[in-house]
């Protein structure tokens, strides 16, 4: 199985670090001309560097994903430059939340306008040109927040399980374009969003309590998702989401197995 995506034009946002950073180089090292966007202006010049460095194909845009009109700027310049646009990843989130009786309305529209509202405008933008190509390959960031969230997360949780039933939505309008719109579920990956590798570590083993795969997940898991998304070999695959969090969805209580298997010597806490 040769996954080849090369010469195809892919735009990542949040592209500066963390996730959206390693699919935006896996992209490129696959031979893909990758658009970085963020809102970070210094993570996207260390980012160009690096492409640099590496030779990678590409092009850099600072572009808020709240900003209808800045994104329809870049994506023109895009289509200009390129002229087309095969894969896009709507990777830019944030991550904040309280408990309801102290939640802020300015956190509540933060979390929703980036992560669910940014989608929505990433998406409407590209769309036109998509449809026009008669393809494309749409991959939208949810979350595992989005089926189980957790204590705090109204603001997040309810952003990400937009993004999912909006993915629905457009992959039904944009079907018959030969448009597939997926979304992934990725957790759980230390980031500068979680700080999930700095916890103390009794905070560390709940957390990973909670996995059917009980170790952290890597950000190149959900970059190989993403290529696959974009190959071929995923032509018929359209309007659900991927489950990419070690199975923090399968199993009520995974210590139980690793209990069992420590009993049986083959697993150690
Ligand atoms: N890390 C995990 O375990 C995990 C779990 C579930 C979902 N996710 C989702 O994956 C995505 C990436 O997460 P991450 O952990 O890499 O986060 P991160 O905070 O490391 O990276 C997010 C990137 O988005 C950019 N960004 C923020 N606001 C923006 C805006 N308005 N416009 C453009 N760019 C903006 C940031 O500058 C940053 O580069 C997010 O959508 C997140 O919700 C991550």
Known sequence: MNID????????????????????????????????TDINEALLTDMGKEFTAKGLKGSQ???????????????????????????????????????????????????????LKGTFLMCKAVAPVMKKQQSGRIMNAASFAAIVPSYGSAAYASSKAGVEQFTRVLAGELGPWNIAVNCYAPGMIPTDMNHFADLQEPQQQRLLDTLTFRHWGKKDDVAHLICFLASDYAGYITGTMIDISGGKLATQIPRVAYEKAASEGAYEF
């Open 5 to 36: 995506l090369a010469g195809k034009v892919a735009i990542v946002t949040g592209a500066g670090r963390g996730i959206g950073r390693e699919i935006a180089l896996t992209l490129a090292q696959e031979g893909v001309i990758t658009v970085i």
């Open 61 to 115: 845009y600072v572009c808020d994903v709240r900003d209808a009109t800045q994104i329809q700027q870049v994506i023109d310049q895009i289509v200009e430059r390129y002229g087309h646009i095969d894969i896009l990843v709507n990777n830019a989130g944030v991550a904040s939340g309280a408990p309801i009786d102290v939640l802020a309305e300015e956190i509540w529209d933060l979390n929703l306008d980036i992560n």
